[in-house]
């Protein structure tokens, strides 16, 4: 009874903002219906420790949504009736700022449970996103301060290591890039924007040899290799440089292990095998590729890959 009457309570406050949150609503309906054994959940949202006073909070079991609810103006309260099986893990998904922020926090299902009361509710800690500026062809480093789901569409790299002057690439599988790893990433568009926290990564990252940093890190001229571009025989090369600043930025990966004296490799791009130097053959013998990097052997109108670069068949 308890429940219900602070529920009921809450229900009536009015709220001139609803409607607006409600119809910029990213997140489907519940496929379950509601029910009074239901579990509630009563709870604020703060972005790095700041209260938010708008947006949608919906409660996930994996995948598959249990339950949502817009904050409410008085007192910038959520309250969310969830369906679930008892001990069934569950998670946030938080609507704001105009993006999706995902966050796991342990939460529980339980049978006509409740997290959280009106004075004193259940606290939803977000991480502001962070974006990865790409370069022309996909790729940026990052290395975040909380686990984070691979988008689709976006690959991820650590690196295995210098072999013979080449670095070597090694996907990330699970879906998962553990906090604090850092990484060479491959996308579309200008950017990617991390804003997933989840927990269990799977890969294992520990021969990983990026170094990532999640604050400003000061570097001694010349020490490191950072993902940049270089001009070598008169050609514009994208790859690990050595560095001549003194200052990385936050949330970025680096080498740091590599021959004194060495300028730097590159990577080919297209089949995610790093590569030193490109070998040169002759054109009407190169592998062709298209841009997913796959080996094409029938040319049609379109661009493609060879020698590890792009050109255009009219």
């Known amino acids: 009874m308890k429940k219900f009457n ?23 309906e519940p496929a379950s219906e509601q029910s009074s054994t239901n579990m509630t959940v009563c709870a604020q949202v703060f972005i790095d420790g700041t209260l938010q006073e708008e947006g949608i909070v919906a409660v996930y079991a994996a995948d598959e ?20 099986n008892g001990g069934e893990a569950l ?40 974006t990865s500026k790409l370069t022309e062809e996909g790729y940026a480093t990052t290395c975040l301060p909380f686990n984070t789901r691979i988008p689709d569409g976006v690959s991820a790299f650590c690196a ?30 200008e950017s990617i924007t991390w804003g997933t926290t989840v927990a269990k990564p799977t890969a ?47 949330n970025r990966a680096y080498i740091a292990d590599f021959t004194a004296g060495a300028r730097g490799v590159t990577f080919d791009y297209v089949t995610l095998t790093a590569v030193a130097e490109v070998k040169g053959t002759d054109a009407t013998d190169a592998v062709v590729y298209d841009l997913q990097g796959r080996r094409v052997n029938t040319l049609k109108p379109g661009l493609y890959i060879r020698n590890g670069r792009k050109y255009i068949v009219r």
């Not at 602070?6 to 489907?28: C, E, H, R, V, Y």
């Not at 949502?68 to 910038?76: C, M, R, W």
């Not at 670095?167 to 790893?181: A, F, Q, R, Y």
């Open 160 to 189: 295995k290591g210098l072999v013979d002057d080449k670095l070597e690439l090694e996907k990330i599988t699970g879906g998962v890039i553990p906090k604090g790893t850092g990484v060479l990433v491959k996308g579309s568009g």
């Open 6 to 28: 602070w529920l009921l309570a809450l229900l009536i406050m009015g709220s001139t903002s609803l409607k607006a949150q409600q119809n910029n609503d990213p997140f489907p």
């Open 91 to 130: 998670h946030f998904r938080v609507f704001v700022r105009g993006g999706v922020i995902e966050v796991d926090q342990g939460l529980t299902y339980t049978v006509d449970g409740v997290q959280g009361y009106p004075n004193t509710p259940y606290a939803i800690n977000l991480t502001a996103p962070i």
């Open 65 to 84: 949504i249990r339950g949502k609810a817009p904050i409410k103006s008085d007192k910038h309260l959520a309250i969310i009736t969830a369906w679930g």
């Open 204 to 250: 294992d990252v520990s021969a990983n040899k990026f170094t990532g940093t999640l604050e400003p890190k000061e570097v001694t001229e010349k020490s490191v290799l950072t993902l940049g571009y270089t001009t070598k025989d008169g050609e514009k090369k994208l790859g690990f440089w050595c560095y001549t600043g003194t200052t990385i930025a936050a």
